[in-house]
C-alpha cells in the first residue's frame, strides 16, 4: 500500500475551518427584531453578539470563499462542541478538478480524511485515512489541528475579533437565509489583537491567541471582517478577508442551525487506511 496521498484540502484549510467554524446563530425568524435597539453603537452591538456565541453546544454551517493556495472552496458542516467534540463536514476546492472533494468527520478522538475514488485509488482501494489523535500523541500538529486542543474551546474566536476593531460601523439592515440582520463591518490587525489579550480572561486569551497563530501562520497581519446580526443579538453570518503570503483569503460563514442533535459515524472500517499502522508498518519494513 503507498503510504502518502494527497489530500484534496490541504492541512491548513483543515486548522483554519476546524478554528473558525463556529458561531451563534438564531434558530427562527425574528424579522421583526433586527433593529430592535436603535440607541446601540454598532461597537455595543458586535460585542453582545460576541457575548451570545458562549453558550452553543452544537451548530450547522455553511462556508464559501478563498483560501491562499486551495484557491475557491466550498462546504456544509455540523459540529457538536458540547460534551466532547465531534464534526463532519463535506468540503470542495471548486479549482482542483474531480480530485478537490474531501470529507472530514471527527469523532472519538480521531479525524477521518476520505477523499473518495481519487483517494482509493492512491491506497488500494481504501477511500478514507485515519489519524488517530491520541496514538499520535498530544502536542504534535494533528493534535493541534483537530485534538483535545479544539475540543475545550468554543470555536467564536474569529468572530469576537470584531469587538476589537477601533472602525466599527453599521452598514445596514439585510436578509440573511430568510432572517433580517444587521450588518456591520470593520477592520483588526493582528498586533492590536495581541495587545489587548492582557484584557481578556484567561478562556477568552487562549481562545483568541490559538486563532492569532494561525493567521499569523498564513501571513496575515490584518482582517476586514463583515458580521450580521439577528434579531437575537446573535451572528447569523460572518466574513474574513485579508491578504496572506501565499495569495488572497475571503471566507464567508453562514450559519443554519444551532443546539441541534449532531450524529457523527466512523467510516466503514474495511475502507478505512489507519495512518498510525501505516507509519508503523514503514518502520517495520
Known sequence: MKTS????VGAGLVALLLAAGAVGCAGEDKTDKADRSPDMTPA??????????EEID?????MTGEVPEEGRVKAEAQMQIKPE????????ALDQGAGGTAEIRLVDNAMYIGGGPQAAKEMDG??????DLSAMGAGD?????????QADQNPAAESTFLTGAKDVEKVGTETVEGVKTTHYKGTVTLADLEKSLGDEDKATRDKRQKSIEQYEKMGL??????MWVDG???TKQFRMRGEADKGPMDMTITFLGVNEPVKVTAPPAKDTADLAEMMKGAQQG
Do not use: C, H
Open 5 to 8: 496521498v494527497r489530500v484534496p
Open 44 to 53: 455595543a452591538a458586535v460585542a453582545k453578539a460576541a457575548k451570545n456565541t
Open 58 to 62: 452544537s451548530l450547522r454551517y455553511r
Open 85 to 92: 467534540l465531534a464534526m463532519s463536514m463535506k468540503m470542495t
Open 126 to 131: 481504501k477511500s478514507w485515512i485515519k489519524f
Open 141 to 149: 500538529e494533528l493534535n493541534q489541528l483537530a485534538g483535545a486542543s
Open 221 to 226: 497581519d490584518k482582517l476586514t471582517m463583515d
Open 232 to 234: 437575537d443579538d446573535q
